[in-house]
Nanobody, 119 residues
């Protein structure tokens, strides 16, 4: 079993910054992809950013230039640095990891962390 534990959410004023962390633990043979998704009230969950094991990143257009994803492979941890935050960034942010097991890979999700940006 694999667990993803997130931290770093909170309340910030528009223009401010936050850094989210997500640590993966358990039976992990490798991490194929890690990323962040978010879900605002009344909206569907949407992709924010992903990073592959090779370091290839992908960002939603709405966060390009403001958010940066990074990893600490030794700690199986992914970070999301969020700068120039806007009220529309308010959402529950979920960590996602595609974890390679002994035979198969599967997706895991964190419990979510609230990010609230006030205007």
């Amino acid at each position: 079993q694999v667990q993803l534990v997130e931290s770093g959410g909170g309340l910030v004023q528009a223009g401010g910054s936050l850094r989210l962390s997500c640590a993966a633990s358990g039976r992990i043979f490798g991490l194929n992809f890690m990323g962040w998704y978010r879900q605002a009230p009344g909206k569907q969950r949407e992709l924010v950013t992903t990073v592959s094991s090779g370091g290839t990143t992908n960002y939603a257009d709405s966060v390009k230039g403001r958010f940066t994803i990074s990893t600490d492979n030794a700690k199986n941890t992914v970070y999301l640095q969020m700068n120039s935050l806007k009220p529309e960034d308010t959402a529950v942010y979920y960590c996602n990891a595609n974890v390679q097991g002994y035979l198969i890979a599967r997706d895991y999700w964190g419990q979510g962390t609230q990010v609230t940006v006030s205007s």
